[in-house]
Nanobody, 121 residues
Framework: QVQLVESGGGLVQPGGSLRLSCAASGSIYSINAMGWYRQAPGKQRELVARNTGDGSTNYADSVKGRFTISRDNAKNTVYLQMNSLKPEDTAVYYC???????????????WGQGTQVTVSS
């Protein structure tokens, strides 16, 4: 079994910062891409940031220059540092990882349970 466990969400004032963490655990052979998505009420889930595992990253235009994704491969963990937060960043943030489990030769998409980020004064 493979699990993604997120932490670090919460309530923050506009202009503030939060750091999200997502740790993958279980029967893992290898991890390819890891990233973060978010879903605001009444909106579709959207990509926030992604680390492909070969050193490349990509970001949604709305977060470029404010958010930074990083990864600790030794800990199977991905982080999202969020600075200069805005009310429109309010959403449930989901961790996503493309993982090859030990029981398979093919990668599967795994999702975390989601963590709420609320930006409000």
């Amino acid at each position: 079994q493979v699990q993604l466990v997120e932490s670090g969400g919460g309530l923050v004032q506009p202009g503030g910062s939060l750091r999200l963490s997502c740790a993958a655990s279980g029967s893992i052979y290898s991890i390819n891409a890891m990233g973060w998505y978010r879903q605001a009420p009444g909106k579709q889930r959207e990509l926030v940031a992604r680390n492909t595992g070969d050193g490349s990253t990509n970001y949604a235009d709305s977060v470029k220059g404010r958010f930074t994704i990083s990864r600790d491969n030794a800990k199977n963990t991905v982080y999202l540092q969020m600075n200069s937060l805005k009310p429109e960043d309010t959403a449930v943030y989901y961790c996503n990882a493309k993982i090859i489990p030990r029981t398979s030769w093919a990668p599967f998409d795994y999702w975390g349970q989601g963590t709420q980020v609320t930006v409000s004064s």
